[in-house]
């Protein structure tokens, strides 16, 4: 496996006027590409200062955060990577909804191009080609001239994800991408991401509160829990005991053997 982010000793948190609260720290770990990652963890515990940290978008407040461009180069510093650079390296899909009216599908995902394209924002030949392949990718073809504001947040979500494929870069971020979605459109949009990673060699790594789709879908699961992080695949978490530390409480069991959750009704 090719280790496309390598953190050496990270720590994470975030700075206020009492000073600098740590998240979590000491964290040394990789994630390859061509593999999906999720991102598990309650609420609170420190999933999206990880993301965040990941994605420059907030300081680490020690460690290093270590990117290779292309896997035949070596690794450099998060920190030593322009806007620009970074804007061709790393894509991000948020959870919130796109507040976007008047725009057609392929007018959103074209926006991934905005790397590329200069000051102006002229979109190319080129450029409408790369738009039109990610559209394919995802699936979504038939959805090119459909107004954003008219779909449904499966497709939306969708749409999210072609724009950061238009954006070609080998590194995506993605924050909760299955929030708003029904069952069906959850598992459709996690294989889908798993397809990409292994069909494009895409490094993904996404955040889900989804813990059994999760179980089932991706190469490797990393669990935060209270500064402690346990990285593995679901296989190996469930076999070592981690996955049932976290899970089990009054009335939960968690099944190793078939990676899954069980409710106790008591009477």
Known sequence: MTHSITLRNLTIGYTSKRGAKTVV??????????????LLGANGVGKSTLLRTLSAFQPALGGEILI???????????SSFSDRQLSRLIGVV???????????????????????????GTLSKDDYQVVDDSLRQVGIEQLSSRFVDTLS?????KVMIAKALAQQTPIIFLDEPTAFLDFPSKVEVMQLLRRLARQMQKTIFMSTHDLELALQVADTIWLMEHDQLSVGTPRQLADDGTLG???????????????????????
């Open 153 to 157: 947040d499966g497709e939306r979500q």
């Open 68 to 78: 290779a461009a292309q896997p035949s180069t070596p690794s450099s510093p998060l």
């Open 245 to 267: 530390r976290f899970v089990e409480r009054q009335g939960i069991v968690f099944d190793r053997s078939s990676l899954s959750v069980k409710v106790i009704n008591e009477n």
């Open 25 to 38: 720290s000491s964290i040394s770990q990789s994630i390859c590409q061509g593999e999906l990652t999720c």
């Open 94 to 120: 948020l959870t919130e909804k796109p507040e976007v009216r008047n725009m057609t599908v392929r007018e959103l995902v074209g926006l991934g191009r905005s790397p590329y394209t200069g000051f102006w």
